[in-house]
C-alpha cells in the first residue's frame, strides 16, 4: 500500500440527514443499517433513499378535489405568477430540488383565450407579496419531525417587482383553449420523458409530458411558473401535485 492510500471498511448507521460538512475536510462514512453506503444524490424514477432520509416532500392543493382560480393573465406579467416557491432556508443552508408538477385543468377552464403558455422564472430574494392559495410541503416519511424551508404559494399570486430574474423555460403547452381535463406534466431534469403524439389543437383532453430543465432552489432564492393565454377572458381553476426534494 503506497502513501495517501485510504482502506474503506466501515462507516457510520446514519439512516436520518446529518449535519453539513465543511468544504474540504474529512467527514465519516454513512451507511444504512444494514450496512449499504448512503447515496450522496439519487436518479431515476425512485427517490426512496430520499424519502428514508426524510429529505422529499410533496405539494398539493389544500383541500382535495377543490380547484384553485389562477389570475386570469392574458399576458405574460412579471408580477402575476401561478406559483411560487420561495426557499426561506438561510444562506448557505439547504437547497431545494424540483422532481415534478403536474398541473390540472378542471371545473373551468377559462373562456376566448386562443393559446395556453407557460414560463418558468428564478430570482433573488422572496418575491412573493399577496394572494394564491399558501401550501404546506409535507413530508412522505411519517416517522420524521422535519419540515420544509420551502414557502409556497400557488393561484392568482401577486410578486413584488423583478429584481435579478432569469428565464428558466418558455413554451406554448396549448395552441387552443384548454380543455377541462388537461393534464400537463412538467418533469424536471428529464429530458426521456415523452409523451402519446396528440395535437396541441382540438376539443380533446389533453395529457402531455412537458421535459423541463433541471431547477435547484438555492437559500434565499425564489422559483415562479407564470401561465397565461392571449385573449384570456375568465380564470382557469387548477388542481396540481408536486415533489421536491431539499438537501
Given at each position: ?10 462507516g ?11 468544504d ?10 444494514y ?37 386570469n ?8 405568477p ?19 408538477l ?15 403558455n407557460?414560463?418558468?422564472y ?25 419540515t ?14 423583478a ?7 418558455n ?6 383553449i ?19 403524439g ?16 433541471p ?6 432564492y425564489?422559483f ?10 375568465t380564470?382557469?381553476q ?10
Amino acid at each position: 500500500m503506497s502513501n495517501g492510500d485510504i482502506i474503506v471498511d466501515q462507516g457510520l448507521v446514519h439512516e436520518g440527514l446529518p449535519s453539513t460538512s465543511s468544504d474540504n475536510t474529512f467527514a465519516q462514512l454513512r451507511t444504512s443499517k444494514y450496512g449499504e453506503l448512503m447515496p450522496m444524490l439519487v436518479s431515476g424514477a425512485k427517490n426512496s433513499a430520499l424519502a428514508a432520509e426524510a429529505s422529499y416532500y410533496t405539494i398539493c392543493n389544500p383541500t382535495a378535489g377543490t380547484a384553485i382560480a389562477d389570475g386570469n393573465a392574458s399576458a405574460f406579467v412579471t408580477t402575476t405568477p401561478l406559483l411560487t416557491i420561495f426557499n426561506s432556508n438561510a444562506a448557505g443552508g439547504k437547497s431545494i430540488y424540483l422532481d415534478y408538477l403536474d398541473l390540472i385543468v378542471t371545473a373551468a377552464a377559462g373562456t376566448s383565450s386562443t393559446n395556453f403558455n407557460a414560463a418558468m422564472y428564478m430570482d433573488s430574494g422572496n418575491r412573493y407579496s399577496s394572494g394564491g392559495s399558501t401550501i404546506t410541503p409535507a413530508n412522505v416519511n411519517p416517522s420524521s419531525t422535519l419540515t420544509s424551508g420551502g414557502t409556497v404559494k400557488f393561484g392568482a399570486v401577486t410578486a413584488t417587482a423583478a429584481t435579478a430574474q432569469r428565464q428558466l423555460y418558455n413554451e406554448i403547452l396549448r395552441t387552443v383553449i384548454p380543455v377541462i381535463g388537461d393534464k400537463y406534466k412538467f418533469r424536471f431534469g428529464d429530458t426521456t420523458a415523452s409523451t402519446a403524439g396528440m395535437p396541441l389543437e382540438g376539443t380533446l383532453q389533453l395529457e402531455r409530458v412537458v421535459n423541463s430543465p433541471p431547477i435547484v432552489i438555492p437559500p434565499q432564492y425564489t422559483f415562479l411558473l407564470y401561465t397565461w393565454g392571449a385573449s384570456q377572458g375568465t380564470a382557469r381553476q387548477h388542481t396540481f401535485v408536486g415533489g421536491f426534494w431539499e438537501r
